[in-house]
């Protein structure tokens, strides 16, 4: 297994702009969830894919938005970015239901800042 | 709705010092519990977890029992390292949800 690959590792953007997070998960990883971890907190759930679906979504505006591929990868697109939108943004996938809530793998995130 | 609340940080404690660090939770059902670890500059890495109550989880020296009476799920490990020094998360996932809640996560140096 190759484990969850996240790029780019760091980026800088301007507030107003709008960016592209990638997220390439193991292979046979159906569902794959997206967190945002501002700087001294806890990740916080942004949204989940299943099958290239939405099947869940956490307090986040429709600005922060979603792809997921048939190839196992994925992206987490934000709009009109805020300050308030720097932190680490975590990928992670499982397997179909059968493994269990328990089979997540998280990727080691991408650094964003805005400025 | 459901939460995870753990102990505050940052903890400093000296080389082969005994660990714990709580946490407990609410939750409407029936989770599963965790304890993740994150070292500088990287993402979460799965420590240990419980599934139902009463379970132990158990991983490289650190040891936390699912208590469904206490709603608690404390993280302890009887003699720390200077390797262990990172921020521990405890989190739930219901058996039926699709999101993990986690707690604010706890700082931990070990000093030798």
């Known amino acids: 297994e190759t484990g969850v690959t996240q790029s780019p590792t760091h980026l800088i953007k301007t507030r107003g702009q709008q960016v592209t997070l990638r997220c390439s998960s193991q292979s046979g990883h159906n569902t794959v969830s997206w967190y945002q971890q501002a700087l001294g907190q806890g990740p916080q759930f942004i949204f989940q894919?299943?099958?290239?679906?939405?099947?869940g979504r956490g307090n986040f505006p429709p600005r922060f938005s979603g792809l997921q591929f048939p190839n196992y990868s994925s992206e987490l697109n934000v709009n009109a970015l805020e300050l308030d939108d720097s932190a680490l943004y975590l990928c992670?996938?499982?397997?179909?239901?059968?493994?269990?809530?328990?089979?997540?793998?998280f990727g080691s995130g991408t650094r964003l800042t805005v400025v | 709705g459901d939460s995870v609340t753990q102990m505050e940080g940052p903890v400093t404690l000296s080389e082969e010092a005994f660990l714990t660090i709580n946490c407990t939770y609410t939750a409407t059902g029936y989770p599963s519990l965790f304890w993740y670890v994150q070292y500088p500059g990287e993402g979460l890495q799965l420590l240990l977890k419980?599934?139902?109550?009463?379970d132990k989880g158990s991983n490289k020296g650190f040891e936390a029992t699912y208590r469904k009476e206490t709603t608690s799920f404390h993280l302890e490990k009887g003699s720390v390292q200077v390797s262990d020094s990172a921020v521990y998360f405890c989190?739930?996932?219901?058996?039926?949800?699709?999101?993990?809640?986690f707690g604010t996560g706890t700082s931990l140096t070990v000093i030798p």
């Open positions: 894919y299943y099958r290239e679906e939405e099947n």
């Open positions: 989190a739930l996932i219901m058996n039926t949800g699709n999101q993990f809640y």
């Open positions: 992670a996938s499982r397997r179909p239901q059968g493994a269990g809530n328990y089979g997540y793998t």
């Open positions: 419980a599934t139902k109550a009463d």
